[in-house]
């Protein structure tokens, strides 16, 4: 059994990140419209990620012997003013999902829950690894501008992306 600090906040995680898989298909959908196939490729792996994101929390509360409670996903935005904007609202966003993990291990820590920590633990170091890329994308946006050869050989970059569910990883 968990304690109901640390249960009602990994159930906001679990939609947290079933929210963020939800825009990042958005994303997905709003640069395939732009014609930007390897964005729109690269974003619906990110959709999977965070699925993969939601589904670990969910496992790891019927772990502990509690049912995961699934709320409505909020609505979520169709379009963005550029490609930049776009990435840099990404950033913005897991920044914001990395100050709610924070929060989660500042809980458990003062719950003395050394389980949850250790779960967290994962989510710190995998947050770390998303906003560095995300902000590798960026910075080349910045380089390259947002039109013309550059986006496209970016764009073409992008394409090459797979899918691995680094949750199945130790
Ligand atoms: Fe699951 Fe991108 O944070």
Same mark, same amino acid.
């Given at each position: 059994?968990?304690? $109901?600090?640390?249960?009602?906040?990994?159930?906001?995680?679990?939609?947290?990140?079933?929210? &963020?898989? #939800?825009? #990042?298909?958005?994303? &997905?959908?709003?640069?395939?419209?732009?014609?930007?196939?390897?964005?729109?490729?690269?974003? *619906?792996?990110?959709? /999977?990620?965070?699925?993969?994101?939601?589904?670990?929390?969910?496992?790891?509360?019927?772990?502990?012997?509690?049912? $995961?409670?699934? *709320? $409505?996903?909020?609505?979520? $935005?169709?379009?963005?003013?550029?490609?930049?904007?776009?990435?840099?609202?990404?950033?913005?966003?897991?920044?914001?999902?990395?100050?709610?993990?924070?929060?989660?291990?500042?809980?458990?820590?003062?719950?003395?829950? #050394?389980?949850? /920590?250790?779960?967290? /633990?994962?989510?710190?170091?995998?947050?770390?690894?998303?906003? &560095? &890329?995300?902000?590798?994308?960026?910075?080349?946006?910045?380089?390259?501008?947002?039109?013309?050869?550059?986006?496209?050989?970016?764009?073409?970059?992008? *394409?090459?992306?797979?899918?691995?569910?680094?949750?199945?990883?130790?």
């Amino acid at each position: 059994m968990l304690k $109901p600090r640390i249960l009602d906040a990994i159930n906001e995680q679990i939609n947290a990140e079933i929210w &963020s898989a #939800y825009m #990042y298909l958005a994303m &997905s959908s709003y640069f395939a419209d732009e014609g930007l196939n390897g964005f729109a490729h690269w974003m *619906k792996i990110q959709w /999977q990620e965070e699925l993969t994101h939601g589904l670990k929390f969910f496992d790891y509360l019927l772990e502990r012997g509690e049912q $995961p409670i699934l *709320k $409505p996903i909020a609505e979520v $935005p169709e379009k963005w003013d550029s490609t930049l904007h776009a990435m840099e609202e990404t950033l913005k966003h897991e920044e914001h999902v990395t100050a709610l993990i924070n929060n989660i291990m500042d809980i458990a820590i003062e719950e003395k829950d #050394y389980a949850t /920590q250790s779960e967290l /633990q994962w989510f710190i170091d995998e947050q770390v690894e998303e906003e &560095s &890329s995300v902000q590798e994308i960026i910075d080349s946006l910045k380089l390259i501008g947002d039109r013309g050869h550059g986006i496209f050989m970016l764009d073409k970059e992008l *394409k090459a992306r797979t899918f691995v569910d680094e949750t199945l990883e130790d």
